[in-house]
């Protein structure tokens, strides 16, 4: 029964889509069935990326019914599926495919990066550059056609620290950066359609073992040359 409105215009209802009343990664513990990131293609399929022990990727299509799902502990191995590194998911919308990065490489190694297709399946790995062991953020870009990753190298103080990287979608070539003049996550990031990156570190003055405050910085593809940067926000 619908309520008062305007008789002059048209009355579209929009249906309610279905929502899971089971835990959405299957897993019984509340605490444990958690989403970290949520995409979609062009073709009007969606991805979220959640769990853990394994991570999980799992494709809906545009109904809303599961199309396959995908525990990333068959390629990261067990010590990243139980971890808490969860790292980021990217999709790339025109073709469909889908890449997720380790958030931190337990064994001093560098981060790996695992390329699906669209049939769920395993299609393509980067198997990680020791100067850059900590992948947090990460988004494809269709102008440069590749991925764009905000993160760093864990413990590099005075400078040595790669805050932000490419990466081809052949998985072949990681092109890590220095942004800041010290040793700092970069956990928050974004992208406009112009191919400028905006990124902010998550370190304050104090905490393991940096002097410096919290910036945030604009930074253009692919030159990485920061256009500003805003110290010690708030």
């Known amino acids: 029964q619908l309520g008062s409105y305007d008789h002059s215009k048209e009355v579209i209802i929009d249906p309610t889509v279905s929502f899971p009343s089971a835990p959405i990664f299957g897993i019984a513990q509340a605490a444990s069935d ?24 799992i494709k809906f299509n545009a109904a809303g019914t599961q199309l396959w799902s995908y525990a990333i502990g068959k390629s990261f191995g067990a010590a990243l599926a139980a971890g808490t590194g969860y790292g980021d998911m990217a ?14 490489a337990l064994a001093g190694g560098g981060c790996r990066i695992l390329k699906i297709g ?10 990680g550059d020791p100067s850059y062991n900590e992948m947090w953020r990460m988004q ?29 979608t052949t998985l072949t070539t990681l092109t890590a950066v220095n942004v800041l003049p010290d040793d700092r996550d970069m956990a928050i990031f974004a992208m406009d359609d112009f191919g400028d990156c905006f990124i902010a570190c998550s370190i304050p003055p104090g905490s393991s073992g940096s002097a410096q405050p919290n910036d945030m910085s604009k930074i253009p593809l692919p030159t990485f040359a920061p256009v500003w940067t805003v110290h010690n926000y708030h």
């Open 118 to 127: 669209v049939a769920g399946d395993s299609i393509g790995r980067y198997p």
């Open 34 to 57: 958690l989403s970290y990131d949520v995409d979609f293609d062009n073709a009007g399929n969606s991805f979220v990326y959640g769990g853990t022990a394994p991570f999980t990727i």
């Open 91 to 104: 999709v790339d919308q025109k073709s469909g495919r889908l890449y997720v990065c380790e958030g931190f």
């Open 140 to 168: 494809y870009n269709a102008c440069v056609g590749k991925m764009v990753i905000a993160g760093a190298t864990t413990g590099t103080p005075g400078g040595g620290s790669k805050h932000v990287a490419l990466v081809d």
